[in-house]
Each structure stands twice: as structure tokens, then as C-alpha cells.
């Protein structure tokens, strides 16, 4: 591609910079950090970055991740630990390769792994698996969620109880393949000048294992309420989706892809419309940007990734977090990953 950075720009890059916070775990590479708060702990949902020796492309194929590990920790800069594997691709009885950006969700006991893979014949679906255990080990459902396609799941529980799970990405997380609403092998997309592809958004099943709705389009909208347009790279979804409340507003925050920005937009419904605000996380070291946001013990904390561990190759990257702030008006001050 001519977006991807070149390797050696990025690991001379690596070198050059002063980062603001440091990776949570340096034994392995960990990316795509979704935190939630259980039981008054925090327990991070990474990726699991390895060297899988595969070329990059366009596609993500370098992305060849094969488990999952949870990460916990009792305080913000206080001891992590790494509760080892979680979930092992060879235990995922539907998939073919690539474990991505997964989530987790609490409900009656059971904690739920959310996870993308692509199936045997390389489409991406969306699977859950099952513990006891906030750290695991999962169970993985036999079949991906029915109707699930695509990838990066985010599982957001509304103030009455009901989860919802926000998904999608575009290039090779395959979001433009579904557009007829089924699978379409080419890669189209809308031309610049109309409406960018839209993450999907669905209500949860109350056994919390599937939709109990068709996945339905989450409009991000510009200051004049119209939807932000395939053209805007600055400012459209690409993937990474997250959603939290503040001040009785819903947050969606997403990755902007091939331009590199945490962005988010702001609505009053899980459904949306959101109407789209600014930048939350500058480009990180790496192609990749990736985040969540969560509340503990009454500050809010940013979970982000970056390549600095790995001299700045795209595919290896790193769990970090720091403080997230936001302005009167409910805006968030916009982080940079690196201090002068
Ligand atoms: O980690 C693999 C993919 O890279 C994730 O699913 C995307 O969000 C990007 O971070």
C-alpha cells in the first residue's frame, strides 16, 4: 500500500521518540486493549501480537494471531499480570486463522469473550466463548454469531442492562464485502462524495451468545448533520469501535485506519445518530491505532497501542494506558502518544 508506512521510516522513528507511557507487559506483544472493570479490578482484553512470519499487505494477513491472554491489574501503574492463554485458536472449533481485536462482557455470572477470526474459507465472523473466570480459560461456541461478519466486536451495556455490540472494519477487516447483506468476495466501496460504510450496531440476545436483531448502521454525522463522507479519511470509520457514557451521552470512538486517528463523535442513543467531535488519540508508532476508554476508582483512563517495544514494526505492538480528560463542555482533550 502507499499508506503503510515503511518499516525502517517507522523503527528509525522508534528511536527518535520519547513515549508517554510505558507497555503494561514486555514479555509479550499485546494490541487492541479493551478494558472493563469486574469486581473492582481492571482486566485488559488484548490481542496477542506474534511473529508469524507473514508478508505484509493490504489485507492485514502479518496479523496472524492464534490466542488470546488477560492482562489485570488492581491499580493504574501498579503490578500487571498476565494470566496466560485464555483462549487458543485450536480451540475455536469454526476458525481458520487470525484472532483480532476481541472484548468481554459480565452478565449472571458468565463472562463472554468476543472475538473476530476468519472461518476456514477466510471470512471473517465474530464468535464468543465462555468462563467462569473474568481471566479465563473460555469455552468457544461451536459457530460464530449468526449474522456476524467483519470484525473488531465492542460489547457495551446500556444503564438499563442491555448489551449491544458494535462491529466492523473496512479493507481487511472485509466491512465492504457485506453491503447487499451477504458476502460479496470483491472490495467495493461508495465513491468519495457519498456516505462513508458505517460500523454495524445490533441488541445482544438475553443468553448473551446471539443478535437479537439484524446488525443496523451506526450513522456518524458531521457539525451540519450529514454523514460523513467515504472521501473523509480524516474523519471517517474505519475500524476499532468503542462505546462508554459520560454525563448521560454516549461515546463512539473508533479508529480513523489508513490516516491514523483515535476519533469519536457523541450521541443519546446506543443506537446513535453520533455526531462527530474530534480526535481522542493522535498516530501512534505503527499502522495500527486502537484503544478503549474506561472509569476506575473515579479517573478516566485511555487504553491505546503502539510499536515502540518492537522498534516500530507495525504488527508488534504494545499495551499502554494513560489518564484521559475531558473539558467542561463534555469534548476530550486530545492525547499525544509522545512528549517532546
Ligand atoms: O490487531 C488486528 C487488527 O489491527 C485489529 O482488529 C484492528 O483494529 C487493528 O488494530
Do not use: C
Request: hydrophobic share 35%; charged share 20%.
Amino acid at each position: 500500500t502507499t499508506d503503510v508506512v515503511d518499516s525502517t521510516e517507522q523503527e528509525a522513528m522508534a528511536d527518535e521518540q520519547r513515549f508517554l507511557s510505558d507497555p503494561l507487559v514486555t514479555d509479550i506483544y499485546t494490541a487492541d486493549p479493551s478494558a472493563h472493570v469486574f469486581n473492582g479490578k481492571l482486566y485488559i482484553y488484548p490481542s496477542h501480537d506474534i511473529e508469524a512470519g507473514v508478508p505484509e499487505d493490504d489485507l492485514g494477513s502479518h496479523f496472524d494471531m492464534r490466542d488470546y491472554h488477560v492482562l489485570s491489574m488492581d491499580s493504574v501503574g501498579g503490578q500487571v499480570t498476565d494470566h496466560g492463554v485464555a483462549l487458543d485458536i485450536k480451540d475455536v472449533p469454526w476458525a481458520g486463522r487470525q484472532l483480532w481485536a476481541p472484548d468481554a462482557a459480565f452478565k449472571n455470572g458468565t463472562y463472554y469473550l468476543y472475538f473476530p477470526a476468519k472461518d476456514k474459507d477466510d471470512i471473517f465472523h465474530i464468535g464468543v466463548a465462555t468462563s467462569a473466570s473474568p481471566t479465563g480459560p473460555f469455552k468457544a461456541q461451536p459457530q460464530p454469531i449468526k449474522g456476524s461478519y467483519s470484525i473488531d466486536p465492542a460489547v457495551f451495556q446500556d444503564k438499563d442492562g442491555q448489551f449491544y455490540m458494535y462491529v466492523g472494519g473496512i479493507w481487511g477487516g472485509q466491512l465492504q464485502r457485506w453491503q447487499t447483506g451477504s458476502y460479496q468476495p470483491e472490495d467495493t466501496y461508495p465513491a468519495d462524495d457519498q456516505p462513508a460504510l458505517m460500523p454495524k450496531v445490533a441488541k445482544l440476545s438475553n443468553d448473551m451468545l446471539s443478535f437479537a436483531e439484524t446488525p443496523r448502521d451506526l450513522q456518524i454525522l458531521d457539525e451540519n448533520g450529514k454523514p460523513l463522507l467515504t472521501g473523509d479519511n480524516d474523519r471517517r470509520f474505519f475500524e476499532a469501535s468503542w462505546v462508554h457514557m459520560y454525563n448521560g451521552k454516549y461515546y463512539f470512538s473508533y479508529s480513523t485506519g489508513d490516516t491514523h486517528y483515535i476519533a469519536y463523535a457523541i450521541g443519546d442513543s446506543p443506537y446513535g445518530p453520533f455526531t462527530y467531535k474530534g480526535v481522542i488519540l493522535n498516530p501512534v508508532l505503527g499502522w495500527t491505532n486502537h484503544h478503549s476508554i474506561v472509569e476506575f476508582n473515579g479517573k478516566w483512563y485511555l487504553f491505546y497501542h503502539d510499536s515502540s517495544l518492537s522498534g516500530g514494526k507495525t504488527h508488534l505492538r504494545s499495551v499502554k494506558v494513560t489518564e484521559l480528560h475531558y473539558n467542561p463542555d463534555g469534548t476530550i482533550q486530545t492525547v499525544d502518544a509522545y512528549v517532546e
